[in-house]
């Protein structure tokens, strides 16, 4: 096992980027917060679908220069997102505009893709195979440069005839790897490496942290959090029962590996683990635990420019809220309760973080004077 480095005035962590479609761009204003603070220095990164995408755009950025450098990156990237969805049929519908809501459920272009998507696949819809995100990758990220970079990258994907798990590391990356990790079937064709198709990593790894526990010497895991794990009540219409299993199916296992980690950290404590060459794990969670549970499944596809922009903002928040709160527990405690989110109870998620979230949900953060971009500009 490689040895803590969170003794000095540096902190290292390990990122665990969920994905859930545009809603990385929450993962992205996380990420320019976090690369904000030099007191926080990242040593792997490790994704599945978006998250996957945002790793590996972060992880050229760092390979390319400093910090600076992997902010302009994230944000050109993005930017290119929006640039691309300006023309897409999947926009909201001008009543959902004038409400000031997110959601794609009333847009003629969402509803007739999610009619044709119920009968034909992407393989009758779109014989082509055209992936705009291949071509925003291919001009954007630098696979080479990736390959040499400092930073470790993990990227998921699930193997199409197994149902198993495939992790690759930033050595095997290619612009084909990524496009695997976030491949959502009935969207786009498996992607297939070296002849075996894979889907999107988020089914069986989001995102997937057992390469961290061997390969990183950071102890600390920082999951930013996209898929909410608790919802109050029951859905009741249609799509909101498709969007709660949505959300419980791409949470399902990443709450199985905390459950491990759980286990094997009670098998510590208990003193029952000595000499085995396992080590504590330090589990950290950055979340919006008010307004992304507030977006339905349809805003995943929502790539308008002022959508991301709202996004990148929150993202900014929790990583605020984190670092002034929890900054001190890097190296020594986790931050998250991971035996309560598993378990359910209410106040893993509930009460005094989501108060002080509230707080805060309105107040700007402002970047340092002289450092990087904000979306906006």
């Not at 962590?13 to 690369?35: E, K, M, P, R």
């Not at 890097?330 to 509930?350: H, N, P």
Request: aromatic share 8%; hydrophobic share 40%; proline share 5%.
């Amino acid at each position: 096992m490689a040895k803590n480095t969170n003794t000095g005035a540096v902190k290292h962590i390990n990122l665990g980027l969920q994905g859930g479609g545009s809603h990385g761009a929450f993962s992205w204003g996380v990420l320019d917060h976090l690369l904000q603070d030099e007191r926080i220095a990242i040593e792997a990164l490790t994704g599945a679908s978006a998250g996957a995408v945002n790793a590996v755009v972060l992880a050229d950025g760092l390979a390319e220069g400093d910090r600076e450098h992997a902010r302009k990156h994230l944000h050109e990237f993005w930017h290119a997102i929006a640039s691309a969805g300006a023309v897409s049929p999947l926009r909201r519908s001008p009543l959902e505009a004038a409400r000031g809501g997110w959601s794609l459920d009333s847009s003629p272009g969402y509803i007739w893709f999610d009619m044709l998507s119920r009968f034909a696949s992407p393989y009758d819809l779109n014989p082509l195979n055209l992936n705009p995100l291949k071509y925003i990758l291919e001009r954007h990220v630098d696979f080479d440069r990736v390959r040499k970079g400092a930073v470790q990258l993990y990227v998921s994907a699930t193997n199409v005839e197994t149902g198993r798990p495939k992790v690759f590391s930033k050595e095997d990356l290619t612009v084909n790897h990524i496009l695997a990790s976030a491949c959502l079937p009935f969207m786009f064709h498996a992607v297939e490496i070296d002849g075996v198709p894979y889907w999107d990593g988020g089914y069986m790894g989001n995102p997937p942290l057992w390469p961290l526990f061997d390969n990183s010497a950071s102890d600390d895991v920082v999951i930013v959090q996209i898929n909410p794990i608790r919802r109050p009540g029951v859905p009741r219409s249609a799509r909101e029962i498709l969007n709660r299993l949505n959300e419980i199916t791409f949470n399902a296992s990443l709450l199985r590996e905390l459950r491990t980690v759980d286990f094997v950290t009670r098998l510590m404590d208990e003193g029952r683990m000595e000499g085995t060459g396992y080590r504590r794990v330090l589990v950290h969670m950055i979340a919006d635990e008010i307004t992304l549970p507030s977006l339905g499944a349809s805003s995943k596809m929502n790539t308008e420019n002022a959508f991301l922009h709202m996004l990148f903002e929150k993202g900014r928040q929790a990583a605020h809220v984190w670092l002034r709160d929890h900054f001190d527990d890097v190296g020594k405690a986790s931050s998250a309760d991971i035996r309560k989110l598993f378990m359910g109870e209410d106040d893993a998620l509930d009460g005094a973080r989501i108060k002080r979230q509230a707080k805060y949900q309105e107040e700007p953060v402002k970047p340092k004077a002289g450092k990087g971009r904000t979306a906006a500009e």
